[in-house]
């Protein structure tokens, strides 16, 4: 079964400091993977995808499928990234999510 | 362009009634999917449409279903609330299904 797994609910972080989001995968076969962000009062919206292997507001991550680890990360934490943050699993049509982490960027 | 555009925002129902939420996708997109948000299970998926035919069903009782008409828009209904299907339902679209999913602001759903 395709599970997603973000170990964390809550990491909490001071401004400037490293960020890493955990995510962990199963699933057989190629993987599709994403990150989601919910800023507050916002709508869920798209943050990253795997394929693209693009850096979006400085958050990058990889896909180790020897690890089956699709973690998020930012060098430098800034304030106005406090939000919660899914990473997901497409399967076809529809999307797993993981539980979620909160980040709380204190300043 | 207009975003995913669900109504209403916020419902109240009692126990045993029925409800019927509506997206509105993005113009030109065909695929849409519902999920339902809950503190203690998080997202999960219910269903995806595409061109009127639901090609996929999550884990959730008959009670739910779902429609999706020719321009795209969609409903859900639920049937015999309970007080468990108090929940945020979120409403996706994206072109065909297997490309980037956009969200809608969602529905608070409480059943009393």
């Known amino acids: 079964a395709q599970r997603v797994t973000q170990p964390e609910k809550l990491l909490s972080v001071f401004k400037g400091a490293p960020v890493e989001l955990k995510c962990n995968y199963s699933?057989?076969?190629?993987?599709?993977l994403f990150w989601y962000v919910q800023y507050s009062r916002q709508r869920l919206q798209l943050l990253l995808r795997?394929?693209s292997r693009e850096s979006i507001k400085g958050f990058t991550a990889d896909l180790n499928k020897g690890e089956t680890s699709f973690h998020l990360k930012k060098p430098f934490a800034q304030e106005e990234d406090s939000a919660m943050y899914y990473c997901?699993?497409?399967?076809?049509?529809?999307?797993?999510f993981g539980a979620g982490t909160i980040l709380r960027v204190k300043s | 362009k207009a975003g995913v555009t669900q109504t209403p925002r916020y419902l109240i129902k009692t126990r045993g009634q029925q409800v019927t939420l509506s997206c509105s996708p993005i113009?030109?997109?065909?695929?849409v999917s519902w999920y339902q948000q809950t503190p203690g299970q998080g997202l999960q998926f219910l269903f995806e449409?595409?061109?009127?035919?639901?090609?996929n069903k999550g884990n959730f009782p008959g009670r739910f279903s779902g429609r999706q008409f020719s321009n795209s828009r969609s409903e859900m209904n639920v049937s015999t609330l309970e007080l468990g299907d108090s929940a945020l339902y979120l409403c996706?679209?994206?072109?065909?299904?297997?490309?980037?999913?956009?969200f809608g602001q969602g529905t608070r759903l409480t059943v009393v």
């Open positions: 996706a679209s994206s072109l065909k299904g297997d490309t980037e999913a956009f």
């Open positions: 449409y595409f061109s009127e035919t639901q090609r």
């Open positions: 699933y057989s076969g190629s993987p599709e």
């Open positions: 113009s030109g997109h065909r695929s």
């Open positions: 997901a699993l497409s399967r076809g049509n529809k999307l797993v």
């Open positions: 795997h394929i």
